[in-house]
């Protein structure tokens, strides 16, 4: 047994070709070991690149657009709603009905923000909605394709149950005459 990680101890090395061995496979196994770390360090490198490109392709593009459309106007109406824009857009109006404006101004943009988010949720929905609509249509076609391929097997079933009586009933009438 070992104690030097599978090299025998200093010790028991007699010559200096062995010495000179042992030296190359210790710096053979120094490469290897780099050469193991860099080749680990590009498969995970490669692994988050895959893992990024799945991400990007998973989500559509539009998606990824309304997502950033949505974080622009929630960042508007959160600026809008801070109180110093408030207090400086009433400052800055020299009207009687400053205030009124920025309220307005922040009210119609709240409403803005709300209808898109609404529109872009009933437009997830539909999306969905169409996706069953066409499983539904896939499933009747299919089911209308089976019944029509069980009705033309029973016709032809009953026409040749209808062929072979009328054989027997040839046969026995001659049989029996």
């Known amino acids: 047994m070992t104690l030097n990680h599978g090299f025998p101890p200093p010790e028991s090395i007699g010559s200096s ?6 030296c190359e496979a210790t710096a053979d196994e120094n490469c290897l070991r780099t050469e193991l770390r860099a080749m680990r360090s590009l498969v995970s490198d490669l ?5 990024d490109m799945r991400q990007t ?4 593009s539009t998606e990824q657009k309304l997502r950033k459309v949505h974080k622009v106007f929630y960042c508007s109406t959160s600026w809008l709603y ?7 857009a009433a400052k800055s109006h020299s009207r009687a009905g400053g ?5 307005f101004v922040v009210l119609v943009t709240y409403r803005t923000v709300y209808h898109f988010t609404m529109l872009s949720g009933m437009d997830t929905r539909i999306g969905r909605l169409e996706k069953q609509l066409e499983v539904a249509l896939n499933s009747i076609y299919t089911l209308v394709q089976l019944t029509t391929g069980m009705n033309n097997n029973v016709t032809r079933f ?4 209808v062929d072979q009586l009328k054989g027997i009933r040839a046969h026995l009438d001659s049989v029996s005459v």
């Open 99 to 103: 205030e009124h404006m920025a309220d």
């Open 158 to 161: 009953r026409e040749d149950a």
């Open 47 to 51: 692994k988050t690149q895959i893992a």
């Open 82 to 88: 801070s109180k110093e824009r408030m207090d400086s």
């Open 57 to 60: 392709q998973s989500t559509p």
């Open 17 to 22: 070709e062995e010495k000179t061995s042992e």
